[in-house]
C-alpha cells in the first residue's frame, strides 16, 4: 500500500501539467526534439496565424517560433515582439488541433531571464 502511494504521489503532479495544458498531443518524455515534428498534426505556418490571430498582431510585428515539449504538451510556442509595446507576447498553440493553449505577457526583464536560461 505505501509504494501505491508513493507512486500516486509521483505520477499525479506530471499528469496535473499535461492537464493544464489540456493539449492532444503527449510524447514520450526523453523523445529528442529531431523526432518532434513527425508527431505535429498541423504546421507551423497554420500554428502562426493562430498566435496572430490571437493578439491580433500586426504585420510589423517580429515572431519567433518552435515545436517544442511544453508541460508534457507538443506545443507550437511564439514569442511576438509588438511595435511600440515592450516585452513579448508567447503563444503556445496545440501541434495536434492549432487551439491556443496559452497566451501570456513577459517583460523585457522575464525574456532576458528565460534567454539566460536557455543558453545554460
Not at 500586426?58 to 515572431?63: A, D, G, T, Y
Not at 507538443?74 to 495536434?96: R, T
Request: hydrophobic share 35%; net charge positive; glycine share 8%.
Amino acid at each position: 500500500m505505501k509504494s501505491l502511494i508513493a507512486g500516486a504521489i509521483i505520477i499525479l503532479p506530471a499528469s496535473g501539467f499535461a492537464a493544464g495544458l489540456n493539449c492532444s498531443i503527449h510524447p514520450q518524455e526523453g523523445t529528442p526534439d529531431s523526432s518532434l515534428p513527425k508527431f505535429a498534426k498541423i504546421s507551423e505556418t497554420k500554428a502562426r496565424k493562430a498566435a496572430i490571430a490571437k493578439i491580433k498582431a500586426p504585420r510589423k510585428s517580429h515572431i519567433e517560433g518552435e515545436l517544442e515539449v511544453e508541460q508534457g504538451c507538443l506545443v507550437y510556442s511564439f514569442d511576438i515582439k509588438l511595435p511600440g509595446k515592450s516585452g513579448i507576447e508567447v503563444v503556445m498553440v496545440d501541434a495536434g488541433t492549432g487551439k491556443v493553449l496559452s497566451h501570456t505577457h513577459e517583460s523585457q526583464k522575464q525574456e532576458m531571464q528565460e534567454r539566460s536560461k536557455e543558453k545554460n
